[in-house]
Nanobody, 124 residues
């Protein structure tokens, strides 16, 4: 069984920074990418970022976060962190990590396993 445990998030002022981390456990975790999504109430889950493929350091980012977001990977503990800088109020959402695909797709339906979600709130 694969499990994703998220941590971090919280509240920040516009222009500030926050980090959301995702720790994966399970036998086949190393074969898949960890992708990042976010969702606000009443809207569909939106792609944020993902590696293009397993073990790649080439990441794809949504236009809405490009230049403000980066991903760091900690292989020893199967953890990946989403670092968000220059935060905007429109970044307010529940952030999810997901896995289950060797390719970094932007469609949520491509992923089998999801973290529990963590709130990020940015005030103006």
């Amino acid at each position: 069984q694969v499990q994703l445990a998220q941590s971090g998030g919280g509240s920040a002022q516009a222009g500030g920074s926050l980090t959301v981390s995702c720790t994966a456990s399970g036998r086949t975790v190393g074969h898949w990418v960890i992708a990042w999504f976010r969702q606000v109430p009443g809207k569909e889950r939106e792609f944020v970022a993902a590696a293009r493929r397993t073990s790649s350091s080439d990441y794809v980012y949504a236009d809405s976060v490009k230049g403000r977001v980066s991903i760091s990977r900690h292989k020893d503990n199967n953890m990946e962190s989403l670092q968000m800088n220059s935060l905007k109020p429109e970044d307010t959402a529940v952030y999810y990590c997901a896995t289950g695909s060797p390719i970094g797709y932007s469609e949520p339906r491509k992923y089998v396993y999801w973290g529990q979600g963590i709130q990020v709130t940015v005030s103006s």
